[in-house]
C-alpha cells in the first residue's frame, strides 16, 4: 500500500474515533455531578478506541483541558494531580483493570500538556508535571527499551503495547535527559538509606549501562551523573575499568604486586562505601587476598579502627564467613561484613561461637528447598542465608517488609539486629535448622508451628534470605499473641509488644485511639506522656537507652489515613539546624514519604544516619497513636506549652483525626 494512502486510512480511523471521544466528552460536561458516573463509561471506552490508533495520545494531549473540566476524574485521586506519587503509576497501567489503566494514562497526558504550558492547571506547576512525568519514566525504564515480554503479551494484551506507546511519546515530549537525571537522584535516594535489598537497583543500574552503550538511544548528557553508579558494579579500579569479567580479572591479579593490589583494594572500598553497591570484581579480590595477601583485607573492606581491631583478633572466623557467603554472584554481603566489623559486635561474648555454630548448621530441607526457590541453587542455599545473615547484622536498618503486611516482624529482625544480635542468631538457628520457633507469651510457651494464619495471608515475598526464613514463623506466632488477648480491653499490643519484641520494650503503654469506636481519646494527656517521656527538653536530657515499639497513623500525601503501622523510635535529638527531631526505624523499604499537610519524612540531611527516617518532633507526634514508656519515669508533662500541643492537635485534625475528633 502506498504510504501517503495508508496515512490517510490512519488519520481518517482516528478522525471518527476523536468525533466519538468529543461527543462523550460534552455529554459528561453537560451532565450534573450526580450523574456523571453514568456517562464516564462512554468517555473511558472512546479513549481506548483513541489510545490504540497512532496519533491517540497526542490527540488525548490535545483534549486533557476538555476531559479534565467535563469530570473525567471527578471523585478518584487523579481529580488531585498534585497528591499523585510517580512509584503507583507503572503499577497502576499493569493492573489489567482496563478503566484504571485508560484513567492513568489520560491522567500523564494531562501532564504532558500541563510541562508544555497548553494548560494551566491550579494545583500543578509545568515544572512539577515535568518533574512528576520525569520520574514515572525513570521507575519505568525498560518500558521504553524493552519489549513486551510474554507474559505481559498474555496477561495484558494490546495494553501492554499501549502503555509502551504512552511512555515513549511522553518521553518524546520532556526529553531522556531530564528522565536519567530523575532516575540518578532516585537512585541515590534510595541507596542512602543503606537498604539490605539491592536487586532492583542493580537492575537498574545494568539496565542503564545497557541502554548508554546502544548507539540508537539518546540519553542525553545528563547521564553522566550515573557514572559512578555503574562504575561501582562494573569497573570500579582500573584493572577491571572495562568489565573483563571475573575470570579475566582473576588472572590479572595474579601479576599484580603488593603495591597494585593495595591500590584494588582501596578503589573497591571507596567505591562500595560511597554508594552501598558491591561489585562481583571485589568478591574476587577479596577471595584472592584471603588465599595470597590478607594483610591488605581490611584495605579492601574499608573498615574503620573498631573494624580493624575485630578482623585482627578473629581472622579465622572472618576469612571463613568470606570464603562460605561471599562470591561473584552474592557480593552484596561484603558491605554488611564491613559494617558488622565496624560496630565491633564480634566482641560480645556470644556472637563469636554464635557465628561458628551458623557455618556449621544444616539447614532442613524445607527451608533449604524454599532457599533454592526464592535465589537459585547457585551459591549454596546455606551461603545464601549466611549472607543475609551478615548483611542484617551490619545493616539492622536496612531490612524491609517487602509487598508484605508483615511491619511487625520486618520491625522485630531489625530491632534485634540492632540491639540483641544474639537474640537474632538464635532465632534464624530455630527457624532454619528445626523449621520452627517457639516464643513465650506470659510464661505459655507458643510454637510457630502449632499457631494459625498470621498477618500475611500468602507466603511473603521479595525478602532477604534470613526474613524469607523467619518472617513466616514470626508473623504466625504475632497472630497468636494477639488472639491470646483477644477477649481484653484495650489494644492488644500493651501486652504483645513487651512479650514479642523483647524485655527492653518498655511495659508503659499509650494509645490515643479508642479500639471500639476509633475515635480520639485523652489527645492532651497522650501527647504531653510523649513529650515528657521523649523530648529531651522535659524529660530531664535522657537520651533513648533501647530502640522503643511505636505505631504512627500513616496517611497520604494528601493527608488521607491510610492505615496503622509498626515502625521503631531510635531516638530524639537536636538535628544541625537545632530543630529536636525523631528519628525512627520505618520497615516498609523506603523511609522517605510524604505524608501532606507539610509533614514530609526525611532521610539525609538532617541529621539522619544510614536507614532513618525523621520528622520534627511535633510532626512526628501528631501521627503517633501507639507509644511505650517506662511507667515509673514520668517526665515533665506540665511544662510542656500548651501551644505546642495546639500545634500537633492542628496536624492531627488536618489528617488522619479530622473525622475522630469531632467525635471526642
Known amino acids: ?69 467535563a469530570g473525567l476524574f471527578l471523585g478518584t485521586d487523579w481529580a488531585k494531580p498534585d497528591i499523585l506519587v510517580p512509584g503507583f503509576v507503572g503499577p497502576s497501567l499493569r493492573s489489567g483493570v482496563i478503566d484504571t489503566v485508560l484513567l492513568e494514562a489520560t491522567s500523564e497526558l494531562r501532564l504532558c500538556a500541563i510541562a508544555a504550558g497548553e494548560y494551566e492547571h491550579p494545583a500543578v506547576s509545568a515544572d512539577d508535571a515535568r518533574r512528576f512525568l520525569s520520574q514515572v519514566l525513570a521507575m519505568n525504564l525498560e518500558v521504553l527499551f524493552s519489549p ?25 515530549q520532556i526529553g531522556y535527559a531530564s528522565v536519567l537525571g530523575e532516575l540518578g537522584e532516585e537512585i541515590w535516594r534510595v541507596l542512602r538509606q543503606r537498604p539490605i535489598q539491592v536487586d532492583h537497583v542493580k537492575a537498574m543500574v545494568t539496565r542503564i549501562a545497557v541502554y548508554r552503550e546502544d548507539p540508537d538511544v539518546d540519553l542525553g548528557a545528563s547521564g553522566q551523573g550515573l557514572d559512578r553508579l555503574i562504575s561501582a558494579l562494573f569497573g570500579p579500579t582500573e584493572a577491571c575499568r572495562e568489565d573483563p569479567g571475573v575470570d579475566v580479572y582473576r588472572s590479572r591479579l595474579d601479576a599484580m604486586d603488593t603495591e597494585a593490589l593495595e591500590f584494588e583494594a582501596r578503589g573497591f572500598a571507596r567505591a562500595m562505601h560511597d554508594t552501598g553497591l558491591v561489585s562481583p570484581y571485589h568478591a574476587t579480590l577479596v577471595r584472592f587476598l584471603i588465599e595470597h595477601n590478607t594483610y591488605l583485607l581490611g584495605e579492601a573492606l574499608g573498615v574503620s579502627e573498631t573494624g580493624r581491631t575485630c578482623l585482627q583478633r578473629y581472622p579465622e572466623l572472618v576469612h571463613c564467613l568470606i570464603n562460605e557467603a561471599v562470591h561473584p554472584e552474592s557480593a552484596q554481603c561484603l558491605y554488611g561484613i564491613a559494617l558488622m566489623l565496624d560496630r565491633g559486635i564480634l566482641h560480645q561474648p556470644p556472637i563469636v561461637p554464635s557465628l561458628w555454630r551458623q557455618l556449621a548448621l544444616r539447614l532442613a530441607p524445607d527451608v533449604r528447598q524454599r532457599l533454592i526457590d526464592t535465589f537459585g541453587p547457585s551459591p549454596s542455599p546455606e551461603s545464601r542465608l549466611l549472607g543475609g545473615l551478615l548483611s542484617m547484622l551490619g545493616q539492622p536498618l536496612g531490612v524491609g517488609q517487602g509487598d508484605n503486611p508483615t511491619c511487625q516482624s520486618a520491625r522485630a529482625l531489625s530491632m534485634w539486629a540492632y540491639n540483641d544480635p544474639d537474640y537474632l542468631l538464635q ?12 516464643m513465650h507469651f506470659e510464661g505459655q510457651s507458643l510454637s510457630s508451628n502449632d499457631s494459625e494464619g498470621g498477618v500475611a495471608t500468602a507466603t511473603p515475598i521479595d525478602l532477604d534470605p534470613v526474613s524469607q526464613i523467619v518472617v513466616p514463623h514470626l508473623d504466625r506466632i504475632y497472630a497468636e499473641m494477639g488472639r491470646r488477648c483477644a477477649d481484653r480491653p484495650g489494644d492488644p499490643h500493651r501486652w504483645v509488644n513487651p512479650e514479642f519484641h523483647g524485655w527492653w520494650s518498655a511495659r508503659g503503654f499509650h494509645i490515643n485511639v479508642d479500639v471500639e469506636t476509633g475515635d480520639l481519646i485523652d489527645l492532651d494527656e497522650f501527647l504531653r506522656g510523649f513529650y515528657a517521656s521523649y523530648h529531651l527538653e522535659y524529660n530531664g536530657g535522657q537520651p533513648l537507652i533501647h530502640p522503643q515499639p511505636a505505631g504512627i497513623a500513616a496517611t497520604d500525601s494528601a493527608a488521607r489515613y491510610v492505615g496503622w503501622h509498626a515502625i521503631t523510635v531510635l531516638r530524639v535529638a537536636p538535628d544541625p539546624d537545632a530543630v529536636m527531631r525523631v528519628y525512627f526505624f520505618n520497615p516498609n523499604n523506603d523511609s522517605g514519604q510524604d505524608w501532606g499537610d507539610g509533614v514530609v519524612v526525611g532521610t539525609s540531611g538532617n541529621g539522619e544516619r544510614a536507614g532513618e527516617g525523621s520528622l520534627p518532633f511535633e510532626q512526628f507526634a501528631s501521627r503517633l497513636y501507639i507509644y511505650h514508656t517506662d511507667p515509673l519515669e514520668h517526665g515533665e508533662p506540665d511544662k510542656v506549652p500548651a501551644a505546642d500541643i495546639e500545634r500537633v492537635i492542628g496536624y492531627i485534625e488536618r489528617s488522619w483525626g479530622s473525622e475522630r475528633l469531632r467525635r471526642m
Open 148 to 172: 513486551p515480554s510474554e507474559a505481559e503479551r498474555v496477561r495484558l494484551g494490546r495494553v501492554a503495547h499501549l502503555i509502551r506507546d504512552l511512555f515513549g511519546y511522553v518521553a518524546d
Open 427 to 438: 532465632m534464624l538457628v530455630w527457624a532454619a535448622r528445626d523449621d520452627e520457633i517457639v
Open 1 to 69: 500500500m502506498d504510504p501517503a494512502q495508508q496515512t490517510d486510512q490512519i488519520d481518517k480511523g482516528l478522525l471518527s474515533r476523536l468525533a466519538q471521544l468529543d461527543n462523550a466528552t460534552e455529554a459528561l460536561a453537560s451532565a450534573p455531578d450526580f450523574s456523571k458516573n453514568t456517562k464516564v463509561p462512554r468517555v473511558l471506552d472512546a479513549l481506548h478506541r483513541v489510545l490504540t490508533r497512532p496519533g491517540g495520545c497526542a490527540a488525548v494531549r490535545d483534549r486533557a483541558a476538555a476531559l479534565d473540566s
